[in-house]
């Protein structure tokens, strides 16, 4: 498809603005339209897959790429097309212009975002889940290289539904017959890291972590082996925001503590709950919930 760049005579791929575990992004022109757009193409199965899971993995795409291209939200990127060229699953997307939160903290050297922003990030992609999840769609895999600031200060969450195609397309491929929902571990749920059922409120935790990361320039349980964030994630309460930079809000590091929260319980009880808190400055917030007891050990998929 590389060499040919052009899918399905229409779409003419013109350089690569995105690479990940999925495939790669493209930015290109829509040429029966006119217009620029980004095309998502996603890397093939690995060779040991039978055609039967080719076959499986083929329809699930279709159905999530229907699911996206239904989304109708100034804060979900617009899906515009979907289909198969020459072996190769694409998804044809609005071009966006801007940076993803990572991009972000990577340009300001790691250092935290300024608090107004962090606080209108909240507002906004709390905003975008509210509707996301009113239609029972969920995300799974919510982190800052997911969530795009546009140059006009809008933020867009990118990858709905498509992104869980990474569990099977992806290394990770052999927890989905366990069940367990694989998101990156810096922003998985601790339901999500149990194989626990996952429904809104893992979306909520997750969001958490980010808006504690571009708080605060670090995720709430930064460490380099992967086996210890899992454990800090299911047992280990975070550290106050202030600990790690002064001249945020009270009730602003009350509520990225309470999407914390290690059970779905303690946490805001939906997207639209946690976008009225923020934009409320916190008045009506819940009292603290505890953390849940450990769990007993972790299963047995995180162990390779």
């Known amino acids: 498809m590389a060499q040919t760049r052009l ?34 193409c996603l ?5 040991e ?11 699930r795409f279709r159905r999530e790429a229907r699911v996206a291209a239904a989304l109708q939200h100034r804060g979900v990127t617009v899906v515009h097309d979907f289909g198969e060229y020459e072996g190769v699953l694409y998804l044809v997307m609005e071009l966006l212009e801007g940076r993803n939160l990572s991009q972000l903290l990577d340009e300001n050297d790691r250092r935290p975002l300024p608090v107004h922003e962090v606080v209108d990030i909240a ?4 905003d975008a889940l509210a509707y996301t999840h009113e239609r029972g769609i969920v995300h799974r895999d919510l982190k800052p290289a997911n969530i795009m600031r546009l140059t006009d200060g809008t933020v867009k969450i990118c990858d709905f539904g498509i ?36 429904d809104h409120r893992s979306d909520l935790y997750s969001l958490g972590c980010v808006l504690y990361e ?59 709950d946690l976008w009225r808190r923020v934009a409320r400055g916190g008045r009506g917030r819940r009292a603290p919930v505890p953390g849940a007891p450990p769990a007993g050990p972790l299963p047995s998929w995180t162990r390779g």
């Open 7 to 40: 899918i399905q005579g229409r779409y003419r791929l013109l350089e690569v603005i995105g690479r990940g575990g999925m495939g790669e992004v493209w930015s290109a022109v829509d040429e029966s339209l006119g217009r620029r757009v980004a095309v998502k």
């Open 43 to 47: 890397k093939p199965p690995s060779p």
């Open 49 to 59: 897959h039978d055609a039967s899971f080719t076959t499986v993995l083929r329809e």
């Open 123 to 126: 507002e906004q992609v709390a």
């Open 163 to 198: 992104a869980r195609l990474g569990e099977d397309i992806s290394v990770s491929a052999r927890l989905t017959g366990l069940g367990v929902a694989m998101g990156t571990p810096h922003y998985m749920s601790p339901e999500q890291i149990g194989g626990g059922q996952v």
């Open 214 to 272: 571009i708080a605060t320039g670090v995720p709430p349980f930064d460490h380099e082996d992967a086996w210890a964030v899992l454990v800090g994630h299911r047992d280990t309460p975070p550290q106050p925001l202030h600990t790690h930079r002064d001249g945020i809000p009270d009730h602003f590091q009350r509520v990225v503590l309470d999407l914390l929260a290690k059970t779905p319980e303690g946490r805001p009880a939906d997207a639209k």
